[in-house]
């Protein structure tokens, strides 16, 4: 996002086009005379622009060893603040532009986190270089995630077999990483990069570089979701989010946030009766199976969906 030289390394690509997308919007964009939110008359013209400090500090991820994955995310959630202010002197943002731009959204209370996590930071990244002299997001108080409180939502056994069949139907690459999701429980980001070399005859790798734990893992092969694999399709899912977005359309059930990782640890759990089994298959802590990732449902019904074998 910066106009100074990028690297050109092929895996910096993702990173370049994202930077060169906002620089096209800073270029479109009229000039102006910017006023400081704090005072609303005094002008702040010291220090970087906001869309120069968000590329130093995407730059700084990837320099770093961050993955892919998680530096496409920040690219995401930076655009969506930067973008109508890319020109701003970075210490020209409020904390009160700041909290009313998030609730103005209406997005649900874990992505208002995550966009607001995301901008401190940012903003505390470009103090402990001396860009800033305050952290204007520390300002803004955490909003409330009520769905923490919520179970997490998973398909049924019948409404994973219509989504996997209206896959099967429209579209076999999606069919092919849905099942996988389903029955191996990978992550969406883990799962639309999967490639065909890394499925194996008896297991899955999920590469440390891919992994949002960044530790490689080994996911086994079930024969339910074997059986869904030897329907054909390839990985990896390109255009991933526009293809699985059609296929959720098509598919005449409700869909949950995460539903498919949620479904899969849920009825493992409650297949195997064993959670540490559980966790490591699904690469996340005991605890966090506990906090955030299990439905109760019961035997019966894991071996149900376990039992999911294409008709």
């Known amino acids: 996002m910066s106009e100074k030289a990028i690297p ?76 109508g202010r890319e020109k701003r002197p970075a210490a020209s943002i409020s904390s009160a532009e700041i909290e009313t ?70 579209d076999k690459n999606a069919m092919r990483c849905l099942a996988i999701r389903y029955f191996a429980g990978l992550r969406t980001s883990e799962a639309i990069s999967l490639e065909e070399t890394e499925i194996r005859a008896e297991h899955i790798e999920i590469t440390a570089a891919k992994a949002k734990t960044r530790r490689r893992r080994l996911v086994t092969i079930l024969p ?14 390109k255009q991933a989010n526009n293809r699985l977005r059609a296929i959720s359309r098509a598919a005449p059930v409700p869909w949950p946030h995460n539903a498919t990782r949620h479904s899969f640890v849920s009825y493992h759990l409650a297949k195997y009766q064993n959670a540490g089994k559980t966790a490591l298959e699904a690469g996340h802590s005991e605890q966090m199976l506990f906090n955030h990732y299990r439905e109760i449902v019961t035997p019966a019904a894991a071996g149900e969906f376990f039992n999911l074998f294409p008709k």
């Open 101 to 170: 731009w998030l609730h103005a959204q209406q997005w649900s209370g874990r992505t208002m986190q995550g966009r607001l996590l995301t901008l401190r930071n940012l903003f505390s990244w470009a103090v402990s270089r001396g860009e800033m002299i305050s952290n204007p997001a520390l300002g803004v108080d955490m909003p409330t995630d009520q769905s923490q409180f919520e179970p997490p939502g998973i398909h049924s056994p019948d409404q994973a077999r219509i989504v996997l069949e209206t896959a099967r139907r429209l």
């Open 8 to 83: 050109t390394s092929d895996s910096l690509k993702a990173v370049e086009a994202a930077a060169l997308a906002l620089l096209e919007a800073v270029r479109s964009a009229g000039g102006g005379r910017f006023l400081s939110a704090a005072n609303g008359s005094r002008e702040v013209t010291a220090g970087p622009r906001l869309v120069d400090l968000a590329n130093e500090f995407l730059l700084s991820k990837y320099r770093a060893g961050r993955s892919d994955n998680y530096t496409g995310l920040l690219i995401k959630e930076l655009k969506s603040f930067v973008t």
């Open 224 to 237: 339910v979701l074997r059986a869904w694999l030897e329907l054909g399709g390839t990985l990896p899912l």
